[in-house]
């Protein structure tokens, strides 16, 4: 039984109490999440929203999606999870929100809940929803956390839903092959309503569920598409086209499902201007594909399942460095470790595994990553340690690469933002 809220107290007094309200991290369903909504009055009948699923690629696809949005009004966005701050994972007008603002939401939030459990990120979703409400924003952009069909954001229902790659992570909850992780996907499509998939392979479980409920379903490379061109890309909806440039940093299948779901919300392609500077803001993300120049390079990337790091071993091998490439991993115990060292295998010259068993339940011990994977390379306590470690290894020409979670970046990442 958990204790009263902290009313006045802080965010962080907030975090830790809503962490004791349901007996377990993850619930995934949403009969407990949508009777609170109800009671909460949210989400109100005010602005257009787009629900961003997929196993990589959704917080690109939010960032894309919001810088395009916000020449069209004001721009809410909540994802998960954050990197620092709990504060990032709100955001309005592309700002975290204030510490007011976010208690003042929880409070709202509180006194709707009456003695009903919720977990953590069901809290958050709807402290997100109340906060987006209260701003009045045009467009609210929401990420899923874990699935789809199950997740607390899909009380929401999308004007437009993105369903961006989909690949194997979760499986405990969503099911261990393609087809049963595409249903889940596909839990956040509507009738008569848009859904895009920019996956070039979609599941046939996805595309069924689309055509049994009346979607309007649009796979990448038939319905729209993004390819080279004379002068670099071209983007095309129908009838819509647009020429770009092309922007390093940014993954042209999850421009192309931006700029998809942009069209369908708004019904006009944004100039190439803003798509450039919305590609600009999206390859500055911390974390993501993260370059921070000096002496020698550190890139920081958070990915942590095997298509996510295969993605990020082919691009380190077409880019390679003029010495040798360092990889500082960390990881959860519960992901693939195994195959995303054969991909890292590829371009890595030595690793360093760092610890995560002190920052999470899930965390792996180096000693135990490194054993899984056995492949050689020095054990450290802490992602930090570990960065510091290869940061001392190297030299003029080499590389660093800090991988494999988000506390792996979080916490080799300093210092930390203001």
């Avoid at 309005?92 to 603002?101: F, I, K, M, N």
């Avoid at 370059?291 to 990020?312: F, K, S």
Wanted: proline share 4%.
């Amino acid at each position: 039984m958990s204790t009263a809220a902290p009313l006045e107290g802080s965010v962080d007094d907030w975090l830790a109490w809503q962490l004791t309200l349901h007996a377990s991290e993850m619930e995934l369903g949403l009969d407990r999440v949508a009777e609170v909504a109800r009671r909460l009055g949210v989400p109100s009948g005010h602005g257009q929203r787009v629900i961003v699923a997929g196993t990589n690629g959704k917080g690109s696809c939010v960032a894309l999606i919001e810088n395009l949005l916000a020449e069209h009004g004001r721009v809410g966005t909540y994802t998960s999870p954050h990197l620092w701050r709990y504060n990032e994972r709100f955001r309005l007008d592309g700002e975290p929100v204030s510490d007011a603002r976010l208690l003042s939401a929880f409070r709202a939030v509180e006194a709707a809940r009456g003695d009903t459990g919720l977990t953590f990120f069901e809290y958050g979703t709807l402290a997100a929803l109340w906060l987006f409400d209260d701003q009045a924003v045009d467009f609210a952009v929401l990420e899923v956390g874990l699935g789809g069909r199950l997740d607390a954001v899909n009380i929401v229902d999308a004007d437009v839903a993105l369903i961006t790659n989909i690949g194997l992570d979760h499986i405990d909850w969503l099911g261990d092959d393609r087809e049963s992780i595409g249903h889940e996907k596909a839990g956040v499509m509507r009738t008569e309503r848009p859904a895009l998939c920019c996956d070039r392979q979609p599941p046939a479980s996805l595309i069924t569920h689309a055509e049994s409920i009346g979607a309007r379903l649009e796979c990448i490379g038939d319905a729209f598409d993004i390819e080279a061109d004379v002068d670099g890309w071209r983007f095309f909806r129908g009838s819509h086209t647009r020429r770009l440039h092309p922007t390093s940093g940014v993954l042209a299948d999850n421009l192309a499902g931006a700029l998809a779901a942009v069209d369908a919300l708004t019904g006009a392609l944004p100039e190439a201007q803003s798509v450039e500077k919305a590609c600009c803001a999206q390859a500055r993300l911390p974390g993501r594909r993260e370059r921070v120049d000096g002496t020698v390079a550190i890139i920081y990337d958070v990915a942590h399942n095997a298509e996510a790091v295969a993605v990020l071993a082919d691009e380190l091998a077409e880019q390679p460095a003029a010495g040798c490439t360092h990889i500082v991993l960390g990881m959860l115990a519960d992901k693939p470790v195994e195959t995303v060292v054969s991909h890292l295998e590829k371009v890595a010259d030595r690793f360093y595994f760092a610890g995560l068993d002190t920052l999470g339940s899930r965390g792996l011990a180096a000693n135990d990553l490194a054993a899984r994977v056995g492949v050689e390379g020095g054990c450290f306590d802490s992602p930090a340690a570990a960065l510091a470690a290869a940061c001392h290894a190297s030299q003029v020409g080499d590389r660093i690469v800090v991988c494999g979670s988000f506390l792996t970046v979080a916490h080799a990442r300093r210092p930390m933002p203001s």
